[in-house]
T-cell receptor
Framework: EPEVTQTPSHQVTQMGQEVILRCVPI?????FYWYRQILGQKVEFLVS????????KSEIFDDQFSVERPDGSNFTLKIRSTKLEDSAMYFC?????????????FGPGTRLTVL | SQQGEEDPQALSIQEGENATMNCSYK?????LQWYRQNSGRGLVHLIL?????REKHSGRLRVTLDTSKKSSSLLITASRAADTASYFC???????????FGKGTSLLVTP
């Protein structure tokens, strides 16, 4: 199965600090997603990114969040001023065929803990 | 929310038994997917069933879809301890290609 990687695996930060979560999606894929999962809750969609632009975002993805593709391979999610309620697992995903296919491959996630 | 709920929320069975999980959704769909999540890990795609299909098999997995009732079920036959995980159904958001997930069923298979 194609592999999506994420770093770091665990990030601990103080409230109000900025964090950057990184994802390396499947090679040559142009379409990416970020999801989050608060402990014990369901996986929630944050944002999708296609060809260097946000193509869709949820109500969760407010001005505190931003996404970038700083180089040809990495894909980042930045949280500008973290809040306690941002503590969650954050997952990056690539669709199966590189474009907007239904099946998605998920990375292992970054566990963000905000103190 | 477009996505309904899975039930049961938690299921505990012994190895060799079958496990059945159900999912309900609220809107019209093109397809429905099931994913598995091992504790603290990412989600792994298991199976996709299209809206014009009623049943689909993949190994020990059997998925059914009833679009009139807006519900789906996932059956795992002859379960193994390694099947212990959370199972989520997912449908595509109306506004694009991202997925809406249910709250999941936590399955525990004991030896």
């Amino acid at each position: 199965e194609p592999e999506v990687t994420q770093t770091p695996s665990h990030q601990v930060t103080q409230m109000g600090q900025e964090v950057i979560l990184r994802c390396v999606p499947i090679s040559n894929h142009l379409y990416f997603y970020w999801y989050r999962q608060i402990l014990g809750q369901k996986v929630e969609f944050l944002v999708s990114f296609y060809n260097n632009e946000i193509s869709e975002k949820s109500e969760i993805f407010d001005d505190q969040f931003s996404v970038e593709r700083p180089d040809g391979s990495n894909f980042t999610l930045k949280i500008r001023s973290t809040k306690l309620e941002d503590s969650a697992m954050y997952f990056c995903a690539s669709p199966e065929a590189g474009l907007a296919a239904d099946t998605q491959y998920f990375g292992p996630g970054t566990r963000l803990t905000v103190l | 929310s477009q996505q309904g709920e899975e039930d049961p929320q938690a299921l505990s069975i012994q190895e060799g038994e079958n496990a059945t999980m159900n999912c309900s959704y609220k809107t019209s769909i093109n397809n429905l997917q099931w994913y598995r999540q091992n504790s603290g890990r990412g989600l792994v795609h298991l199976i996709l069933i299209r809206s014009n299909e009623r049943e689909k098999h993949s190994g020990r997995l059997r998925v059914t879809l009833d679009t009139s009732k807006k519900s789906s079920s996932l059956l795992i036959t002859a379960s193994r301890a390694a099947d212990t995980a959370s199972y989520f159904c997912a449908t595509r958001r109306l506004s694009g290609y991202a997925l809406n997930f249910g709250k999941g069923t936590s399955l525990l298979v004991t030896p």
